[in-house]
């Protein structure tokens, strides 16, 4: 039953025609397929290839937006919207890091006061915004219900193949009123490498009834049906236009009482992008599933027993996803952490990272013509900044550029002291530079608007809180080219690359290259200090939150209990921590033998923004911790007392 065409070797699979008028033979053909494989092809379905084409066209207008408007609709607690790469991990024994896909859940739409809206994956969907994408929304809505018509019909060929009634599946607690859940997926045009656990989607077996795949040519769909077998043989399943590839699910394997097997299967990675469409199929939430009555007798009594279908998917998706609140846990344990797949290529992070050592090797006379101005733009000496006077003798021995967001100087904003103009090396001394810095100012802002949507969930707020024109909408935004010369660091004598300190602002997305320097002290209150030190990872931004994000929280994020250990109070319930003291993470910068270069983009809300505790940060036992204060005294205050005058260069 397989087709080998040079090394590719496929499976063949049974096609069942819809619209045939022999019953008898597509539950025969359906029967034997989920015998031999569980996998086979529908065609003949009642959805028009023209539709298809543009569930297609649509699906791929979504995942070419930039990250920022995707992760506008990130995956509630819903399951619904969109899930990044790497929000599976399917295959925790062969991949190391998840699923090198990003994909967008839609369900059943349900308004907010429909009773059964309380339950897990019930509730009203995510949408684009309709000015992003018109008719989008009106398209998926359709899909969902045109394919959830073929699962239905596929499911009365099922019943049959049981010996029950034809409608037996149709019945409201089972596929009468499902749950039903449309994923669009888009796989990267990057190659899987078996032997370190890439894979596109790694090896598994679908947790529902059935689910209806379609995809584009691209051939990268395998399965394995024999899973127990060492080594397991895989074959790749042809790609069929206008078809979908039907498989069985794990509640399927278990209604039948293992008569029919969910298959395991994955999705190696090509050099071309991929986009397909499952569609999953599920029973209504409070159905229970225990084996059927023709699939069991007393020489094969039923191999599991009854469970109900929400609890038996939500222990599933804990499982392989991730959760939204998940990004709060590194924000509780120590206020760093990597983001990754953030929407910048390599290939330009490593052209800005060229462009500022060309900066840092030009003449101390060339770099002294665009000297840090009263606007804390431009270059940064050695010792400019002294940010651990208790500690240093000197101050940090580094230089920077600082860049931030360009204001002309006849703007009204420009009268503040953060806001106006940027210093910029001549254009015939750094042909390019100024341009590199510009698009990465303005690239590395999509990404910190990207994270602080999953910052106000893990607030539980709406995911565009922090997206106000009066926080990040029209925020502050600094950029600063950081080089730390090739000089060992001496802790005895007070010497390092940058002083232990906390960041001021909300969050800093720092980017190094891979000289190992950066440390971080979890609890800054031992006595002595442990310093861990923070690998660089290649392409990824090492995030951090800073005190304005603690005083936001109320000191929710990176609360340590009386042990040093990780308290895990229920979000949502602030009074629980007890007044329990957080702090944003002390780190420093040790020097090395060489040379380091790194860049940091600190994130900082409007100047006039108010910083006070956010709502759900708050109670009557967990009052506020901190008055209000504005945005930009507290920036004032606290370069004053770390950083050199600008004026001081002027002596």
């Not at 018109?134 to 018509?149: F, G, I, K, S």
């Not at 049906?225 to 278990?254: H, Q, S, T």
């Not at 750094?430 to 698009?439: D, K, Q, S, V």
């Not at 900082?604 to 036992?621: K, N, Y």
Request: net charge negative; proline share 6%.
């Amino acid at each position: 039953m397989v087709n080998s065409v040079g090394e590719i070797r496929y499976s063949k699979l049974n096609c069942i025609d819809l619209s045939s008028p022999d019953i008898q033979n597509s539950v025969s053909l359906l029967k034997q397929a989920c015998l031999d494989c569980g996998f086979f092809y529908v065609i003949n379905h009642g959805i028009s290839q023209e539709f298809l084409d543009e569930v297609f066209a649509q699906s791929k207008k979504f995942f070419d937006l930039p990250i920022e408007d995707k992760m506008k609709v990130i995956k509630n607690e819903k399951h619904r919207g969109y899930t990044p790469i790497l929000d599976e991990y399917l295959d925790p024994v062969n991949q190391i890091n998840g699923d090198y896909k990003e994909g967008y859940y839609i369900g059943v739409e349900v308004p907010e006061g429909d009773p059964r809206a309380q339950k897990a994956f019930i509730g009203p969907n995510v949408w684009p915004a309709a000015d992003t994408l018109p008719d989008w929304r009106e398209t998926m809505e359709r899909y969902h219900q045109e394919a959830l018509t073929v699962a239905r019909a596929v499911a009365r060929l099922i019943s049959l193949a049981f010996d029950l009634r034809s409608d037996f599946f149709d019945q409201p607690v089972m596929l009468g009123d499902p749950i039903g859940i449309l994923r669009l997926l888009h796989y990267e045009g990057h190659v899987s490498d078996c032997i370190k656990g890439i894979y596109g989607a790694g090896a598994h077996t679908d947790f529902g009834f059935i689910t209806l795949l379609t995809t584009d040519d691209v051939v990268a769909l395998q399965i394995c049906k024999d899973k127990d077998a060492e080594p397991n043989v895989w074959e790749y399943v042809a790609p069929l236009k206008g078809a979908f590839i039907v498989n069985i699910g794990d509640m399927l394997e278990r209604w039948s009482n293992n008569i029919f097997r969910s298959t395991l299967h994955r999705v190696l990675r090509t050099k071309q992008d991929r986009y397909s469409i499952a569609f999953f199929v599920e029973p209504r939430e409070d159905c229970l599933v225990e084996c059927l009555p023709t699939c069991r007798s007393e020489e094969n009594p039923p191999k599991y027993p009854p469970i109900e279908c929400e609890a038996y998917l939500l222990q599933r998706y804990r499982d392989t996803q991730a959760d939204p609140s998940s990004y709060k846990i590194a924000c509780l344990d120590c206020g760093f952490f990597y983001v990754i797949n953030h929407g910048i290529s390599q290939e330009y992070m490593d052209e800005v990272f060229a462009q500022s050592k060309k900066f840092f090797d030009l003449p101390i006379e060339e770099k002294m013509k665009v000297i840090k101005n009263e606007k804390h733009r431009g270059y940064t000496p050695i010792l400019d900044s002294y940010l651990d006077p208790v500690n240093q003798i000197n101050g940090d021995y580094k230089e920077g550029y600082y860049i931030g967001v360009e204001v002309p100087e006849g703007d009204p904003r420009a009268q503040k002291a953060f806001i106006g103009p940027n210093v910029w090396p001549a254009a015939d001394t750094l042909p390019g530079w100024r341009e590199t810095m510009e698009r990465y100012h303005q690239e590395a802002l999509a990404v910190a608007r990207a994270v602080a949507r999953l910052m106000s969930l893990a607030f539980n707020l709406r995911s565009d809180f922090f997206d106000q024109p009066v926080l990040l909408g029209d925020s502050i935004g600094t950029l600063r080219l950081l080089r730390y010369e090739g000089h060992v660091s001496d802790c005895i004598k007070g010497i390092y690359g940058a002083g232990a300190h906390t960041d001021f602002g909300f969050i800093t997305l720092l980017t190094t290259d891979d000289v190992v320097a950066l440390q971080i002290c979890k609890d800054k209150d031992a006595e002595p200090n442990v310093w861990e030190y923070v690998a660089p990872l290649k392409g990824a931004f090492i995030v951090n939150i800073g005190d304005m994000l603690e005083r936001w929280s109320n000191n929710i994020f990176r609360i340590l209990n009386g042990k040093g250990k990780m308290d895990s109070p229920e979000w949502g319930s602030p009074s629980r921590y007890n007044g329990a003291w957080c702090r944003s993470t002390l780190h420093r910068v040790l020097r090395t033998k060489q040379d380091r270069y790194s860049i940091a983009f600190f994130v900082e809300p409007r100047e006039d923004c108010l910083v006070e505790c956010l709502p759900t940060c708050q109670s009557e036992e967990n009052p506020p911790k901190y008055p209000p204060i504005e945005c930009e005294a507290y920036l004032l205050q606290r370069y004053r007392e770390t950083h050199s005058d600008p004026s001081s260069y002027k002596i």
